[in-house]
């Protein structure tokens, strides 16, 4: 049977556009945060509800998602509620009123990636491998964002921020009007109840490994920039290094087809997760010597690539059928959202005692996630949830 045509270049443009948007948030944020004149403390906990909002938001949006059937539609309110919402942060400079509108903002920005994952995975199809090379167009996105604003804030002022992120959410929108529905995967599986998915003992350490993953790069999405900042580096440089991170991001994209096919998830999880906390051992260690934050900056190949890649490859095979939409929001919303939160939060308090302790942090989270990842890690996860929770009989 010949499978529909992909619509390639539409999928990869969202991609695209999203990260791009994330390259203005995630790097200078805080930049914008400290231009207004709030404190650490403050940052961490305006930064923590930009993630924290994934706690909740990604699964209820993915509930109406798997309800209806259809996915485009929820993905076009939530771009389009995102772009209203966050044109309040013109209107105000206070903590309480960027709180609040960070906090409606995220509600609705935070929903839009995981149906849209799910989206593209239904349009490959068997065709999984091509994720990877439509993923890292969000790369790109990033890329282009974190490297042109590095430069465009040596000459002008973080207060431009919000009008660059306007335009991208603005673009995000009319891009995702174009996007055609998928059609879910059909399998008399995903009838079977989520909760004894969520049961298994292989799916509490996914989410209890990439909880911690997510919780090692909170201090990272909050604070790197203006540590660095504070060790000297200009903004362009600092651009530089977090850019270097993508574009060795993209090369990991690119090479997961093989890589997956030759060592398979749980060795490529584990080699991650040991680089990730050796990482942020370098970073907490060397972060004044710009040559080794240039090679620790190439690890996010594993800590963000290829842990991101093999975590999809888990929720596509944990979560089948009309799971699908709520596992991609569970996903984001345990990982990215509850442990970014908890990363960034908890950066923000220990903000005051110097960066080199935030990264060291994240280094001991990624650590216990490797120990986690060894004990409870199945190297085939679709095999275990068929015979134990879809297969014949009382599941175990």
């Not at 993905?75 to 009123?97: H, K, Q």
Request: net charge positive.
């Amino acid at each position: 049977m010949t499978q529909p045509a992909l619509p390639y270049f539409r999928l990869s443009g969202f991609y695209l556009l999203y990260f791009g948007t994330l390259g203005v948030l995630m790097p200078y944020w805080s930049l914008y945060l400290r231009e207004l004149g709030f404190d650490g403390t403050q940052i961490g906990q305006l930064v923590a509800i930009l993630l924290g909002t994934k706690i909740v938001a990604p699964y209820l949006w993915g509930m109406l998602a798997d309800a209806s059937g259809r996915l485009m539609p929820v993905i076009r309110a939530a771009t389009l509620l995102a772009l209203l919402c966050y044109a309040g942060v013109l209107a105000t400079e206070s903590f309480i009123g960027l709180a609040l509108v960070m906090m409606a903002f995220s509600f609705f920005w935070n929903a839009a990636l995981p149906p849209f994952e799910a989206v593209t995975l239904n349009h490959l199809g068997q065709r999984t491998e091509v994720y990877s090379r439509i993923r890292l167009w969000g790369s790109i996105g990033f890329i282009a964002s974190v490297v042109g604003l590095g430069m465009a804030l040596e000459h002008f002022s973080p207060l431009v921020l919000p009008w660059v992120a306007l335009a991208l959410f603005a673009a995000l929108f009319a891009l995702s009007t174009t996007v055609p529905e998928s059609r879910q995967q059909a399998t008399d599986s995903g009838t079977a109840p989520i909760s004894r998915v969520l049961r298994r003992p292989e799916v509490i350490g996914f989410f209890v490994v990439f909880f911690l993953i997510q919780a090692s790069h909170g201090p990272y999405y909050a604070f790197f920039t203006l540590h660095m900042e504070d060790l000297g580096y200009r903004r362009a440089t600092i651009g530089q290094f977090w850019a270097l991170g993508v574009v060795a991001e993209i090369v990991a994209f690119l090479l997961m087809p093989r890589l997956m096919a030759r060592f398979g998830p749980r060795v490529l999880l584990l080699v991650a997760l040991a680089a990730t906390t050796l990482r942020w051992l370098v970073t907490a260690l060397y972060a004044d010597q710009a040559p080794v934050i240039v090679a620790a900056q190439t690890l996010h190949l594993f800590s963000f690539a290829m842990s991101h890649a093999v975590a999809m490859y888990y929720v596509h095979q944990f979560f089948i059928g009309r799971h699908q939409g709520r596992g991609q929001a569970l996903y984001s919303a345990l990982t990215f959202g509850a442990g970014g939160a908890f990363g960034s939060l908890g950066a923000g308090y220990l903000w005051a005692f110097g960066g080199n302790v935030l990264f060291f942090a994240s280094a001991l989270a990624a650590a216990l996630g490797l120990l986690v990842a060894w004990w409870m890690i199945p190297a085939d996860p679709r095999r275990v949830i068929e015979q134990r929770v879809y297969g014949p009989g009382p599941p175990s």
